[in-house]
């Protein structure tokens, strides 16, 4: 959460406990060993992680950060300044993290991209293999709560529109779908089952979109 100087600019994240709850809950049913750290600054953010890439994950299947939030495009906020998120993924680099080589790192970042606004449209209906070189970039998937440039939605009571799909479908199709098909169910459901309720000019009936960006190399389904 914001210190007091950034609750000012920025606004204090009501719902966001509910969230956090959610992630542990569902991370940990889907096998995950979880941690959970709250109030971070930009450079303690930076360390967690840092730390995180150094550790041996030669026995681990895959790695995944949930990231809660204020931010804009691109950018992530810690209690006291905003960071680049590429900075803070860059840490698992093939080149810079070799226990994680090879397999899935899962960013999940509920956040703000922007402040544009979506009104919405009216619609009809709705094996074993020889060594090989892979880009440093590979086996990411970033799953954003909304799309570049666009506010994303929090329910005070209830957490986020993001979040809260994200853990109903890992919940409820984690261990039956491949990843991908997962998160088009997420992006469904935020799509579909949410719109904004507010007495602000403006921000009534609005709607939202999750961005999902894949660089998987490999089918992902979590173990059953």
Not at 25 to 33: A, C, I, M, R, V
Not at 49 to 68: G, I, P, R, T, Y
Not at 98 to 117: E, M, N
Request: include cysteine; hydrophobic fraction near 35%.
């Amino acid at each position: 959460m914001p210190d007091k100087a950034m609750q000012k600019r920025m606004g204090v994240r009501n719902g966001t406990d509910e969230d956090a709850k959610k992630v542990f809950e569902t991370f940990s049913q889907l096998g995950f060993k979880v941690g959970h750290y709250n109030d971070l600054t930009v450079s303690q953010m930076m360390a967690l992680l840092n730390k995180a890439s150094q550790e041996d994950h030669s026995k681990s299947a895959m790695f995944a950060c949930v990231l809660l939030s204020h931010g804009d495009d691109g950018l992530i906020y810690g209690t006291d300044n905003s960071i680049e998120l590429k900075r803070l993924f860059a840490h698992f680099r093939g080149d810079r993290c070799t226990s994680l080589v090879g397999k899935p790192k899962l960013f999940f970042i509920q956040a703000c991209r922007g402040t544009d606004l979506d009104s919405g449209i009216e619609c009809d209906g709705v094996g074993d293999e020889e060594t090989q070189r892979i880009p440093v970039e590979a086996d990411f998937l970033y799953a954003y709560s909304t799309a570049p440039g666009y506010y994303a939605w929090r329910n005070v009571a209830n957490g986020s529109w993001f979040i809260s799909s994200l853990c109903d479908m890992l919940l409820k199709y984690g261990k039956q779908l491949e990843i991908m098909q997962v998160m088009t169910r997420v992006n469904h459901k935020v799509a579909l089952e949410f719109e904004s309720s507010s007495n602000l000019p403006g921000f009534d009936g609005k709607k939202q979109i999750p961005c999902i960006v894949s660089m998987l190399t490999k089918e992902l389904y979590f173990p059953k």
